[in-house]
C-alpha cells in the first residue's frame, strides 16, 4: 500500500520537517519492524535527512545550495526559469529509505526527514510505503 | 533475481532515458505491488530521477555539473583524468529506489529515470531487482 | 534486527571503506539473496560507493567537495562551524542500498562502500538491515 502525504510550501526554497507525518504513517500500517520508502514524485523538490535542531543548518544548506545552482545562468536553455530547481532536486535525491524498529523510525538523535521544495510555493506529495523485512 | 539491462553510450557525459527498459523488467518479473532498486556498479556513472519532457533539463543538468567539477583541476591526483565522474557519481548517487503499484512504475508526471554516463562513451550495466511489499 | 557497525575516524574529512564490515554483517544473517541498507544515524556525515583502487580518487573527491562547500563561509549562521559538514551529508546522503547475490555484495570490479566523516575525529555508527526479497 501507498501513502501519500500532503506538503503544502509557502516559498520558492523551503525545507518543510515531515518527520511526524512520516512517523504517523508507519504507525498507521502497524508496521513493527522494517523500513519505510519516502518518494517524491516531483522533478523539481527531492527529500533528504538533516538536523532538526537548529534552524540555522536548514538556512545554511539552501544558502549554499543557491550558491552553487544559482537561479538564473547565462547557460541555462530550459524556458521554465527553473532549471536550479531540477539540478537541486537530483543533487538531493528523489527518495530516502529510513529503518523502522518497534514501530518507530530509526533516526539519529538530531535527524530529521525534510520534504526538500526547489520551485514553490506548491502544493507537493511525498508517497511512503512502508516495507516489513 | 538481478536483472542486467545494457546501456551503451555514446558521450563522455550524457543521460540516457532507461525509463521505458525498468518498467519492461518490472512487466517480466510480474510484480504486482512493490519497489525497484535500480542499481549502477560503476564508479564514474550514476542514475537519477529528473524531467522527461524537455531537454533542455537535462542539458542544463550536464552544464552545472561540469561548471561545479570540471574535468580538469590543477588539483586533482588521480592519474586516469577522470576525477570528475568518480566526483559526480558520488553526488548523483549509484542507485534509485522507484515504487511500483499495479505493475507499473509510480513516477510523477514529469518524471523519468536516467543513467548519468560521466566518464563515455562506454557499454555499462545497470542492474534491477524487483521486491514484492 | 539492525546491525550497527562502529567506525572510528582520525581527521576532520575522511572516507573509510567499510566494505568488508557490511559484507561480514551480510554473512552473519546468512542472507543468501536480496539486499543491503546501510544507514548513517549523523547529520555531519553519510556514505558512498567510490572506487577501492586508487586512494587518489578518494583525495580528489574530498577535495572538490571542499572547494565547493568551504569550512567557514561569511554567510553561514549555524554556531558550530560545521555548516559544511551538514550540507556535504545532504548532498552525498544518509544510505546506501547494495544489492546481495549468494550472499555476496553485488558491487562493480572497482566499487567500495565508504563511510564519509565531515565533522571528526569522532566515534560514529553505521546501521545495516539484511532483507531477503
Redesign the interface.
Known sequence: ??QTITVTTGERCQLVDVTSKVQKAVRETRLS?G?V?C?????TAGI????NA?P??I???L???A???PHV?A??????GN?DA??K???????????V?DGSL??????GIYFCEFDGPRQRKL?I?C???
Chains 1, 2, 3 share one sequence.
Open positions: 500500500m501507498i519492524s523500513y520508502i518518494y517524491v514524485p516531483h522533478t533528504t535527512i538533516q538536523e537548529d540555522d543548518v538556512h545554511d544548506f544558502w549554499k545550495l550558491d552553487l545552482v545562468e547557460s541555462y536553455r530550459h524556458g521554465e532549471s531540477h539540478i532536486a537530483s543533487l538531493v535525491g528523489a527518495s530516502q529509505t529510513i529503518l524498529e530509526v533516526l539519529g538523535t538530531w535527524q508517497h510505503r516495507v516489513a523485512g
